[in-house]
């Protein structure tokens, strides 16, 4: 996929999932600057010229994403903050902060991947170990991942089982939350990049070193079912629960407002008020886990039949494409937010000069009408 030495090592043609060359259970004598080979019964092709080709351009396609991507992240994470939202919708806010993380490293890892950094001693020990086997690239696309599933969860609790959220989910339960998915994600991605990569002649070779071929069938299987299945079961279960509690919602709120009157009324358009507020937020949501299940579904199949021991590489076009479509999926994200969320969508537009910011005049009324009815409220309450 890219070039990392001026050294290019060709074992039975085949890549691992982060575009090293993939080679099972060498020998190898590991020091802590470097790993060399020993012993190998895989036949090996060593070519020390090379030219621009599909992966090279690849890999400046994917640094234009990570540099869209990560501008327009940060734009979306200031609407949020300009909006007042980064207190209400704080899992949303960290979705941004790993996705703006995801772009950075993108940026940083796949610069120094083109530039051909030849890896020495200690230094270029740890570069490999972090950087260059895209360890910390995939810490953050991986959090991204868990958190998506987190706020699922939140958002199918706030709606389904709003009186237990109520009580159990304040400000202080929400912050473990918001560092579940770091802490798991770089767990997981340092136990295996630690393990499974090497430093080879100066190059670095990220998750290829498998102990045999039954560990690297197994972690194919375990990626596929933990950061595709099971996070694709999340979505459409919750999601599923949250449109039909909605509906009944939506039901309940049209009776009362045919029967009732005045300040039951009032009362009613409040309550009808917010529950738009929180059907905007899940449709954004829905539409990011949908782009998720689609940009995502090529990489993790691709990944799973090479892990299987298919005939399918990792050095050919359709396996690009597949990855290419993944990393958008990290771009696209803040254009979903931008044009789909109201709050980050009124912040944007406020930020361009001579633009009238005039609400729709059914939006208006409610806020009126929610406004009256808190006020009733209040001096009923003065009065008791």
């Known amino acids: 996929m890219y070039r990392t030495s001026a050294l290019r090592l060709y074992l039975k043609g ?23 080979i020993s012993q190998t019964t895989d036949e090996v092709t060593v070519t020390s010229t090379w030219s621009p080709g599909a992966d090279f351009y690849f890999v400046c396609a994917v640094i234009i994403i990570g540099i869209v991507g990560g501008a327009a992240n940060a734009v979306v994470l200031y609407a949020l903050v300009a909006s007042k939202q980064h207190k209400k919708q704080m899992l949303i806010v960290n979705q941004n902060a790993l996705d703006v993380t995801s772009c950075l490293f993108l940026v940083v890892i796949y610069t120094l991947k083109v530039s051909d950094v030849v890896l020495t001693g200690l230094l270029g020990y740890w570069l490999c170990m972090l950087l260059l086997s895209e360890n910390l690239l995939w810490f953050a696309i991986d959090g991204s991942i868990i958190n998506l599933a987190v706020i699922t969860v939140e958002r199918y609790l ?35 990049s630690f393990t499974t990569s090497a430093v080879i002649d100066g190059a670095c070779h990220g998750v290829i070193v498998w102990q045999n071929h039954v560990a690297k069938m197994v972690h194919g299987v375990y990626h596929f079912l933990s950061f595709y299945v099971i996070i694709l079961l999340i979505f459409v279960v919750c999601y599923w629960r949250i449109l039909a509690a909605i509906r009944r919602q939506a039901s309940v709120m049209a009776a009362h407002t045919a029967a009732g009157s005045g300040t039951s009324t009032q009362s009613t358009a409040a309550q009808s008020q917010a529950i738009q507020i929180q059907c905007n937020v899940i449709k954004t949501m829905i539409l990011v886990c949908t782009f998720y299940a689609v940009a995502w579904l090529p990489e993790n199949v691709y990944y799973l039949l090479v892990d ?43 930020l361009i000069p001579c633009k009238s910011h005039e609400q729709p005049a059914g939006n208006v009324a409610i806020w009126a009408t929610a406004t009256r009815a808190a006020t009733a409220r209040t001096v009923e309450e003065r009065n008791l």
Request: net charge positive; hydrophobic share 45%; glycine share 2%.
């Open 308 to 350: 299987l021991g298919t005939e399918l590489t990792f050095n050919e076009t359709g396996y690009y494409a597949a990855v290419f479509v993944s990393f958008l999926y990290v771009c696209t994200n803040p254009f979903i937010y931008a044009t789909k969320f109201d709050p980050v969508k009124r912040s944007l537009l406020s």
């Open 158 to 192: 706030k709606v389904v089982h709003p009186v237990w959220s109520q009580n159990k989910l304040r400000r202080r339960r929400i912050y473990p939350l918001i560092a579940f998915p770091w802490v798991i994600s770089l767990i997981y991605n340092m136990a295996l």
């Open 14 to 36: 085949e890549k691992d999932a982060r575009g090293k060359f993939r080679y099972i259970a060498p020998v190898v004598a590991m020091t802590t600057a470097q790993v060399n």
